[in-house]
Nanobody
């Protein structure tokens, strides 16, 4: 079992930045990868970014060049640095541990609006 706790969401103006955190209750090395997803009202949850156990990263095209996923293994924490935010980035952002859908965090709301 693992518990995931996201934080860092909030209201930000277009063009602004936020950094999301996902704190895990045990070593993130026990998972082949850690993920960020997001879900807008009325839409399916979509993949945003991933970081593998060897540190390779992957992003959905819509956030490439704006978002950066990283990790602090000593703190068992994964981050999502979000820059140049757009209104269409508004969503609940979720952290996931591992390739299955077993372990999800509770989500953190990000609202991009003027």
């Amino acid at each position: 079992q693992v518990q995931l706790v996201e934080s860092g969401g909030g209201l930000v103006q277009p063009g602004g930045s936020l950094r999301l955190s996902c704190a895990a209750s045990r070593s993130i090395f026990s998972f082949n990868a850690m993920y960020w997803y997001r879900q807008c009202p009325g839409k399916e949850r979509e993949f945003v970014a991933a970081i593998s156990d060897i540190g390779s990263t992957n992003y959905v095209d819509s956030v490439k060049g704006r978002f950066t996923i990283s990790r602090d293994t000593a703190k068992n924490t994964v981050y999502l640095q979000m820059n140049s935010l757009k209104p269409e980035d508004t969503a609940v952002y979720y952290c996931k541990a591992g390739i299955t859908d077993r372990y999800w965090g509770q989500g953190t709301q990000v609202t991009v609006s003027s």
